[in-house]
């Protein structure tokens, strides 16, 4: 009987073997969350190799005849089955706790109980001790497994085996490691060097010298056990050479590779390939620098990734008109750049430009040390890993300060050539034999941002403030966009308007543009009238909605139909489920209508949109037109939040944004036109030019800032912050490139029973016999994480639709076959509710089994409890056409 490793060809005779064997072969597994059980038909992941062994004894630890695997099945309720003894008692005792009359389930017993005490009484003085023959035969199920497998975990831990392959080098494995280990604490934890070079020199100590009389008393105690003859000098040589000679403390010792800073980051550099940053001088007489990670060598490691290479690849697949937005490649963005389509092997990039502060913003220190970020990504990766923190990259650091007295275009110099040669010349693949070139797709920031690089105003109080058209301030607030008078920007009129505004500095700028945008003047595919898309983020989450309800809220209060206290209390009392619990809004402060917002952040203000007509809307008359303002513009956040588009949606968003401009004004004559109502109304075109605006929103990005900021918290130290901040970002992501895996699995499941399909209900059981037949065990979990996304039971899954109505299925179970995820469903029949922008569900009576790869829309939702009945809101429309 042998072991299979699942990630390569290693086979040995002992489970302990092959344990030892992935977490030294597969030494990324424990750094990723992601460490698969070793069984063939078991689909749990866990995040640490404790948890393995934890998991290993607790699910596969009962004495089986090797090739068969066990389960328990309940004789009560014979829908479930259990593949440990702890987990079949937990479910009985689950019976009688509600008072439900089990039998004994042990062999030639006839006892019966409705008592949980009485049971486990009964259990203990009558069948105590027992084994597995003990059990009624119809409770126990066996069946053979794929894979030889040993059940049996008790081996000695002393005994490594044939754990890796003969050629192995033990030293270099344990020795970088050693290495990995330090540099996770130094880069992942933020330890100082000073308490580096301690703990090294301890841990030294701790191998070298104290554990000797130790391991003497070890040595001797054995041979004595097994009557060999010594001699006291060749016992201490012996444990001499254990001690001074062994990989860890040859690596930790004075002269070894990790006793110093500088020696650490000598081997990080030779084994991580860590990219360190280069420091450009600015101004020498007044010491002014910034830091900047060479993109072409960071770009041509991780290209050569076989991982990335593979996620690059195949993400690179051509768009299908008919299939509508689902990405950029649907938009006329990329259509335009003959360059980007010419063959696979281009790569198109996108950029973040941002300023964060990394002191507190309220303290002495604010905009003392504000710092100017350039990160980037590769644009052809999946949404869902381009999301990951680590997939974002560094590229530029500066001070803010100096990014506004020196500008742009030489802040990004370094940058630009670069990427510059990376368009003209391209970086060898040595994996793929090619050379592989590339350019910017688009910039992605705030509104202030794109305009202070793209050169455009940057006070959007300004006469022409829009960089999508040529629209005067004045005209916005009498016309739409969508009148179709407003001249979009083309490239044509926008080098007449650099032209123009140069030749007269005194005039500041010409039509909205001051200067050349320094990335279009460098790179031939890039143009600031296309490079530079809309942010939901900061337009709608953190500019309209929280004004406009804090405006409707003032209104809706005044009208005595709530008062502000009671929607406090609906808010902190609403039920919250599963992420809406995470981002769940604050109160709203008393002073809401004076300041015009309600504050909060992006999350917490969509949040509050959704869940408010839960909250208060069988409160409001159904034609207040507050209320409808509101509500118009939940239905423009869910179309513009939408992963996919096609032109009827877009249509149908573009009549939404009338509409809500139109409801607007009608309950607020006196307010002004926003410059970010009038971005909104862009919005329909720029979907076709960008594909799905949500692809492009600053979220993620802004995440990332937390990692620099949680640098200089713990570090304190200012004295060159920024070169501090970019060797321990690169250092990050040398550790995290090391790994062949670093964005998690597809399929991430915790626990999980063994269930077989013959004990499912009769509906379910044919079903799943249609479309897996052959079929005998499966596996069942409550929960599962995949692609990113958590499920759970109970959730809501918009799984299709009827008569232009999305069909709403709730999850009842999550079956795993052969690393498949498949839904069980209740399904639920959705009728939209207008007042309250939402869907009543109510059960149809009927089961199906959906896989994951089957569903249109993947992303779950919650079903609250109301006075209407059980309501689904949406977080983002779903387009129910073909």
């Known amino acids: 009987m042998n072991w299979k490793c699942k990630l390569c060809k290693f086979t040995t005779s002992k489970r ?99 008592k949980y005490t009485t049971f486990h009484s009964h259990k203990c003085r009558k069948h105590n001790p027992h084994s597995l023959v003990d059990f009624k035969t119809n409770v126990l199920y066996h069946h053979q497994n794929n894979l030889d497998e040993k059940s049996d975990f008790v081996e000695d831990e002393n005994d490594c085996g044939s754990v890796l392959e003969e050629d192995e080098d033990f030293n270099k494995i344990i020795t970088k490691r050693v290495g990995l280990l330090l540099l996770k604490m130094e880069n992942i934890f933020n330890v100082s060097n000073s308490c580096m070079d301690e703990l090294v020199e301890e841990f030294h100590f701790l191998t070298a010298s104290a554990s000797g009389p130790a391991i003497k008393e070890i040595i001797l105690s054995t041979l004595r056990k097994h009557g060999c003859t ?3 000098l060749v016992i201490s040589e012996l444990v001499k050479d254990l001690c001074q000679l062994s990989p860890v403390c040859a690596a930790l010792r004075v002269d070894g590779p990790f006793s110093s800073k500088f020696r650490r980051e000598q081997f990080s550099k030779e084994h991580f390939l860590l990219i360190e940053p280069v420091e450009y001088i600015i101004d020498s007489t007044e010491k002014k620098s910034f830091q900047y990670i060479p993109i072409l060598p960071l770009l041509t490691q991780l290209v050569n990734n076989r ?61 003392k040390h504000k710092v100017t970020a350039v990160y980037w990504v590769f644009a052809d990766i999946h949404a869902t890993s381009r999301s990951t923190l680590t997939s974002i990259y560094l590229a530029t650091l500066c001070k803010a300060n100096d990014v506004n007295l020196y500008g742009y275009a030489k802040v990004l110099d370094p940058l630009l050539r670069d990427l510059k040669s990376f368009e003209d010349d391209g970086i060898f693949v040595s994996s793929l034999g090619k050379v592989v070139k590339g350019t910017v797709l688009a910039v992605v920031a705030d509104n202030l941002g794109a305009h202070s690089i793209g050169g455009f105003v940057e006070s959007f109080s300004a006469s022409h403030f829009c960089r999508f058209c040529i629209g005067e301030r004045s005209q916005i607030q009498e016309h739409e966009v969508g009148e179709g008078l407003f001249p979009l920007r083309t490239k044509s009129n926008y080098a007449m308007h650099v032209k123009a505004a140069l030749s007269d500095p005194a005039q500041g700028h010409h039509c909205g543009v001051k200067r050349q945008c320094p990335i279009s003047d460098r ?49 902190r009392c609403f039920p919250y489920k599963w992420s809406d619990k995470t981002n769940c809004p604050q109160p709203i402060a008393p002073n809401f209508h004076l300041r015009k917002t309600i504050g909060g952040n992006a999350h917490e ?22 209320w409808e303002v509101l509500m118009t513009l939940k239905d423009v956040v869910e179309l513009v939040m939408a992963p996919h588009h096609t032109d009827e949606t877009i249509g ?138 958590d499920y759970n039971t109970g959730m809501m899954l918009p799984f299709g639709s009827t008569g232009g109505l999305p069909d709403f299925g709730e999850i009842q179970q999550i079956i795993i076959v052969h690393e ?14 207008e007042h309250l922008r939402s869907f009543k569900v109510e059960p149809t009576g009927e089961t199906e089994i959906l896989k994951h790869s089957e569903c249109k829309e993947t992303y779950p939702l919650a079903a609250y409890n109301t006075a209407e009945g059980r309501i689904v809101t949406l977080k983002h429309f779903i387009c129910t056409s073909e």
């Not at 991982?307 to 195949?314: D, E, F, K, P």
């Not at 203000?605 to 507050?626: F, Q, S, T």
């Not at 692809?695 to 993620?700: I, Q």
């Open 16 to 114: 302990l073997d092959l344990l030892k064997h992935s977490r030294l072969k597969h030494e990324h597994l424990g750094r990723v969350h992601s460490i698969p059980c070793l069984y063939a038909d078991c689909p749990c992941t866990v995040k640490t190799w404790g948890a393995l062994r934890t998991h290993l004894s607790r699910h596969h630890s009962q004495s089986t005849q090797p090739g068969n695997i066990l389960s328990f099945t309940c004789i009560v309720c014979n829908s479930c089955s259990f593949d440990n003894e702890r987990h079949f008692f937990e479910h009985l005792g689950g019976h009688l706790k509600k008072f439900e009359t089990v039998p004994c389930v042990f062999d030639g017993c006839d006892y019966k109980t409705n």
């Open 230 to 232: 010594f001699q006291d």
């Open 307 to 367: 991982h990335i290479q593979n996620t690059i690849l195949q993400n690179k697949i051509p768009s299908d008109a008919s299939s509508g937005y689902k990405s950029f490649k649907d938009g006329s963005l990329l259509k335009e750049k003959s360059f980007l389509c010419e063959d696979e092997h281009k790569l198109p990039l996108i950029l973040y430009i941002d300023d964060f502060e990394i002191c507190n913003p309220l303290g002495t220190s604010r905009k």
């Open 523 to 571: 790179l031939s595919n890039f143009h600031a009238i296309s490079g530079y898309p809309p942010d939901a983020l900061h337009d709608l989450l953190e500019g309209i909605v929280p004004l406009e309800i804090s405006l409707c809220l003032d209104v809706l209060i005044k009208k005595k139909y709530f008062s502000l206290q009671e929607l406090n209390n609906s808010i």
């Open 605 to 626: 203000n969509w949040c509050l949109l959704r869940m408010m007509p839960l909250m208060i809307g069988d409160k409001v008359p159904e034609d207040e037109p507050a």
């Open 652 to 789: 149908y968003m573009q009549s939404k944004i009338s509409e809500h401009r139109y409801r607007y004004f009608e309950v607020f004559p006196e307010e002004k036109v926003r410059p970010k109502h009038h971005f909104l109304e862009h919005y329909p075109w720029l979907t076709t030019v960008y594909g799905p605006l949500v692809h492009f929103w600053t979220m993620r990005f802004e995440a990332k800032h937390r990692f620099f900021k949680r640098i200089v918290r713990q570090t304190g130290c200012f004295r060159n912050i920024l070169m501090t901040m970019a060797r321990k970002h690169q250092s990050m992501i040398a550790y995290h490139t090391n790994n062949c895996n670093n964005q998690g699995p597809a399929l991430s499941v915790s626990q999980r029973t063994l269930v077989a399909v013959d004990v499912l209900k009769d509906g379910i059981k044919e079903s799943f016999a249609r479309k897996f037949p052959g079929e005998v065990f499966v596996n069942m979990t409550n929960k599962a994480n995949i692609l990113g996304t």
């Open 820 to 833: 498949t995820p498949v839904f069980v469903l209740k399904l639920l029949s959705g009728w939209y509710c």
